[in-house]
Each structure stands twice: as structure tokens, then as C-alpha cells.
């Protein structure tokens, strides 16, 4: 069985930086792109980055490029989202997800977990 835990949310106050992680079982985790996705209240789920199997590509959102970053340590079955600068606009339930490729999409995504806080203070 496939689990995907979430974990590093929390509160932060504007301009601050979270690391999220994402722990992974029940699968070959290296196989697995895995991708990193958010959703507001009122809002669709969005996409935030995601990272290849071996780690050594990645694709960002646009609009986060440079403030959200995703790496991942193979040996640990955990991927992480490094985010900094955070705006009150940053708040969302933050999903991570696995699949085959680096999807920008939802529905290419298998697997996911069931989500992290995210509050951001102005």
C-alpha cells in the first residue's frame, strides 16, 4: 500500500521561509517523479514544482520560480519543498504527489498524500 505523508506545515509570518517534507512507503520511491501542489480555500488545486526519480530535473509554477524549490533524498523516501519569501497569498493545504513523469497536472500525478497546513501572518 501506497502512503504518502506530508509533513512541516505550520504557521509563518510573512516574508519567512518552511521547509516541507514528504515521506514515502510502500513504494520503488526512486521510480517515482514527485510532485508538489497546493490548494486555497475557494481555489482549484495549482501546481506548485516537482522533481524527477534521480532528483536531477525539476520543473517549477512560473509565478514560484525561484521562491520554491523541491529536492529529494533517495535513501530517506522523502521529498521536500523549500519555500522563502512566503506571501499571505502562499496559504494552502500543500499536497505532495508521485507519478510517472513531470507532470504540471494533477491527474498525471498516482498517488498522493493528504496534505499540510500552510498559514502565512502579514
Known amino acids: 500500500q501506497v502512503q504518502l505523508v506530508e509533513s512541516g506545515g505550520g504557521l509563518v509570518q510573512a516574508g519567512g521561509s518552511l521547509r516541507l517534507s514528504c515521506a514515502a512507503s510502500?513504494?520503488?520511491?526512486?521510480?517515482?517523479?514527485m510532485g508538489w501542489f497546493r490548494q486555497a480555500p475557494g481555489k482549484d488545486r495549482e501546481f506548485v514544482g516537482t522533481?524527477?526519480?534521480?532528483?536531477?530535473?525539476?520543473s517549477y509554477a512560473d509565478s514560484l520560480k525561484g521562491r520554491c524549490t523541491p529536492s529529494r533524498d533517495n535513501a530517506k523516501n522523502t521529498v521536500y519543498l523549500q519555500m522563502n519569501s512566503l506571501p499571505p497569498d502562499d496559504a494552502a493545504v500543500y499536497y505532495c504527489?508521485?507519478?510517472?513523469?513531470?507532470?504540471?497536472?494533477?491527474?498525471?500525478?498516482?498517488?498522493w498524500g493528504r496534505g499540510t497546513q500552510v498559514a502565512v501572518s502579514s
Open positions: 504527489a508521485a507519478g510517472r513523469g513531470l507532470g504540471r497536472r494533477a491527474q498525471e500525478y498516482h498517488y
Open positions: 510502500g513504494l520503488t520511491f526512486s521510480s517515482y517523479a
Open positions: 522533481i524527477s526519480g534521480g532528483g536531477a530535473l525539476k
